[in-house]
């Protein structure tokens, strides 16, 4: 075994295999890029420079508040859920350059833990940005869309009387199901919202089955019942959200710091769902967020920097260079276009 620092180390079972530890030069994240990639599509992490407030003066301000929170975000996508990996991910080639600002530049790093610290636990996790940062989920979505159950009142059955009494002539054997939409606004309600109501009449009884749903959706009657019918698949996304992304570790002393950190890995699973959902080709759109983890974003890599560019050597074992290439073209198909400049056409 070499003792000096940039010795080769050796192992005993082969005598040709020499060991050397580059850190600041490989990578084992280098599928990062792809996620960077679409965030920069669509403006993602770019959003929390409108929302969130940077209360950091002077020397406190070493990175940009968009770097520190993609740097929350990526190291959390990536698996690494404790801010103590700051420490070694902030001289990681691939994490530095996701980040981008200060760390993406030559002879410079990424936050320390302390610095991740602080922007998680004191900026981030104040009144005003707290409240933004959970909300940010929504414009990352383009709104949210709900369908929740409603308990039934005499309102709401006068909605559908019509659908309660029973066809006459011979009951059939099949259910008989019925759909009706309409306006309804509660007391509490500042508006009203449409409610999807359906109606079941089963042979032998008396009285039909009703339920109420009050959502947003656009969809036919029947689709929305279905769409509320597969509610039970939202236990998948929680239990893969705490596989994939680790958001149960939460081990701040306050409330306020791990309801900061538990956003931070929502947005972090949101970001991840949107490359499988959106810029997966076919023969891998089966992937969990945990395979893509492990065989994605944990694609090794090898980094040259030149005069000009900066090239990253990835390893082509699980994701091929195929496979890649079209995940990035997937992505370009999304990207928004910039804005028109102003004026009339030449």
Not at 116 to 144: M, Q
Not at 286 to 297: A, G
Request: proline fraction near 4%; charged fraction near 25%; glycine fraction near 6%.
């Amino acid at each position: 075994m070499g003792d000096g620092k940039n010795c080769h180390l050796r192992v005993n079972f082969d005598s040709r295999v020499k060991l050397k530890f580059i850190g600041s030069k490989v990578t084992s994240d280098a599928g990062l890029l792809a996620y960077r990639e679409l965030d920069e599509a669509f403006g993602l992490t770019e959003m929390g420079a409108d929302v969130l407030s940077d209360s950091r003066r002077g020397s406190n301000k070493q990175h940009g508040l968009v770097p520190l929170f993609r740097q929350s975000i990526y190291s959390r996508l990536a698996g690494y859920e404790d801010v103590n990996d700051a420490e070694r991910l902030r001289v990681d080639p691939a994490m530095r350059r996701v980040v981008g600002g200060r760390a993406s530049w030559p002879e410079k790093q990424a936050a320390s833990t302390s610095e991740v610290g602080r922007f998680e636990t004191d900026l981030l996790s104040t009144k005003r940005n707290l409240t933004a940062l959970t909300d940010l989920s929504g414009p990352w979505i383009e709104g949210y869309r709900y369908v929740i159950r409603l308990k039934a009142n005499a309102v709401l059955e006068r909605k559908i009387e019509h659908l309660l009494t029973r066809s006459v002539g011979r009951p059939s054997h099949k259910p008989q199901i019925l759909f009706h939409s309409f306006q309804y606004q509660a007391n509490s309600w500042k508006r009203s919202r449409r409610v999807v109501a359906k109606v079941e009449w089963h042979a032998g009884e008396l009285f039909p089955r009703v339920g109420f749903i009050v959502t947003n959706l656009n969809k036919q009657p029947k689709n929305v019942v279905k769409f509320y019918n597969g509610r039970g698949t939202a236990e998948q996304w929680i239990k893969e959200g705490k596989n994939a992304v680790k958001w149960t570790k939460l081990s701040c002393r306050t409330f306020k710091d791990n309801q900061t950190r538990l956003q931070l890995f929502a947005l972090a699973y949101n970001l991840a769902n949107f490359l499988r959902r959106l810029a997966l080709p076919r023969e891998v759109k089966h992937w969990s967020l945990t395979t893509l983890r492990e065989k994605l974003v944990k694609i090794g890599a090898k980094v040259t920097r030149h005069a000009r560019y900066i090239t990253f050597q990835l390893a082509e074992v699980a994701v091929s260079r195929r496979l890649f290439a079209a995940i990035l073209d997937r992505i370009s198909r999304l990207a928004i276009p910039p804005p028109e400049a102003a004026g009339y056409p030449g």
